[in-house]
Each structure stands twice: as C-alpha cells, then as structure tokens.
Nanobody, 116 residues
Framework: QVQLVESGGGLVQAGGSLRLSCAASRNWNTIEVMSWFRQGPGKQRELVASITGGGNTNYADFVKGRFTISGDYAKNMVYLQMNNLKPEDTAVYYC??????????WGQGTRVTVSS
C-alpha cells in the first residue's frame, strides 16, 4: 500500500502558474509509475501526465508545452509544474501510484481553480 498526499492547489488567474506536489509513503523503487490525473466539473477523470522510475514521461496533448512532471526519487516526491494556466484547467488534481500487482492508489486530490 501507499499513501499519497497532494498539495499546492489554489486559485490563480489565467496565464499564471502553480506547482503541485505529491508525497508518497513508500520508496520510488517500489512504484512503477506516478501520474497526475484531473477531474473537472461534470467531467470524467483524465490523465494529465505520468513519470516512471526511470524518468520517462508522458503528457496529455492538452498540457504539452505547458505542464512538466518531475520526480525527486530521494524524497519520494512527484511534482507537476503548471504554466500558462487556462480556465479549462480548473479541476481537482489527483496524484496516483501504479504499484503493479498491488494496483493503483490515489491521493485525496487538490483543487485548482483558474479564473479568466
């Protein structure tokens, strides 16, 4: 099992930036993939970005060039730097960990609101 705690959400104007953080309760070397998902009002949860223990990253098309996912393996942290935020980025952002045979685990989410 793993506990995931997100932080860094808030209210920001369009064009602004936020950095989300996720603290994992277990070592990175036991986690296959760490990801950020989001769920906007009335929408389904969607993948934003993911990163493997080897540093390979993947991004949804709607955030390419604006968001950057990174990991601090020594601190068991993953970050999501969000730049040039748009009102449509408003959502609850969730950190998730893929533990392979032990399944997916989720944080409680952190809310991001982008005003126009």
């Amino acid at each position: 099992q793993v506990q995931l705690v997100e932080s860094g959400g808030g209210l920001v104007q369009a064009g602004g930036s936020l950095r989300l953080s996720c603290a994992a309760s277990r070592n990175w070397n036991t986690i296959e993939v760490m990801s950020w998902f989001r769920q906007g009002p009335g929408k389904q949860r969607e993948l934003v970005a993911s990163i493997t223990g080897g540093g390979n990253t993947n991004y949804a098309d709607f955030v390419k060039g604006r968001f950057t996912i990174s990991g601090d393996y020594a601190k068991n942290m993953v970050y999501l730097q969000m730049n040039n935020l748009k009102p449509e980025d408003t959502a609850v952002y969730y950190c998730s960990a893929d533990l392979g045979p032990l399944g997916w685990h989720w944080g409680q989410g952190t809310r991001v609101t982008v005003s126009s």
